[in-house]
């Protein structure tokens, strides 16, 4: 099965940092994505990793730990405006699909 | 960037009435594929299509379900009849071949009474 599992809020202060954790217990990888979703609105990529480590992009970075079934998405110098839900989704081997979790719900606060 | 279009934006319809529900993906992509979001709740995988052939389906698209994209117009799922439970934004994305990103469309709100 596919079971992929994020805490459902996080709460942070402007200009600090937030930390989304994600974890999964899936039958097969073949990478890793982060989506923002804000309310109303369709999934917006932001991120996509397949192997270990920490990537960098900046305001977004991804880490993570294939042997650990975990990952998270780093957002640093919060604004108001990163308050939205934050959706991890794991690429199933075959055909491209993506199972994503329920999301976490973000809110900065000033 | 490359956009996916969704029509109806909001569609209500009674219990046991067909809806269609159509998508117009990113030009060159080739993989379509239809997601459900119930208010609240996660983004679940109802089905991919590939070269004219449903590829993957789950365990949410049920027998009332359809879907095609007839000579390489709108991706469609159509729902035929519907039910209560059908009540949910339906996702649409695309992807490219052999690509890691989704692109999704804004979502087609399904209210059926």
């Known amino acids: 099965g596919q079971g992929v599992e994020q805490p459902d809020n996080l709460m942070s202060v402007e200009g600090t940092f937030a930390r989304v954790n994600c974890t999964y217990s899936t039958s097969g990888f073949n990478g890793l994505s982060w989506y923002q979703q804000r309310e109303g609105h369709a999934p917006v990529f932001l991120s996509y990793?397949?192997?270990?480590g920490l990537k960098d992009s900046g305001h977004f970075s991804t880490f993570l730990s294939r042997s650990n079934g975990y990952s998270y998405l780093l957002l640093t110098e919060l604004q108001i405006k990163d308050s939205a839900s934050y959706l991890c989704a794991v690429r199933a081997p075959n055909y491209n699909v993506l199972y994503f979790g329920s999301g976490t719900k973000l809110t900065v606060e000033p | 960037g490359p956009k996916v279009l969704q029509i109806p934006s909001h569609q209500i319809i009674d219990m046991g009435q067909m809806v269609t529900l159509n998508c117009d993906p990113v030009s060159n992509h080739l993989y379509f594929y239809w997601y459900k979001q119930i208010l609240g709740q996660q983004m679940e995988f109802l089905v991919n299509?590939?070269?004219?052939?449903?590829?993957?389906k789950s365990k949410l698209f049920k027998d009332q379900f359809s879907v095609e994209r007839p000579d390489g117009s709108y991706f469609t799922l159509k729902i035929q009849p519907t039910a209560l439970e059908d009540s949910a934004v339906y996702f649409c994305a695309s992807s490219a071949v052999s690509n890691e990103r989704l692109f999704f469309g804004h979502g087609t709100k399904l209210s059926v009474l």
């Open positions: 299509f590939y070269n004219g052939k449903v590829m993957e």
């Open positions: 990793v397949v192997l270990d």
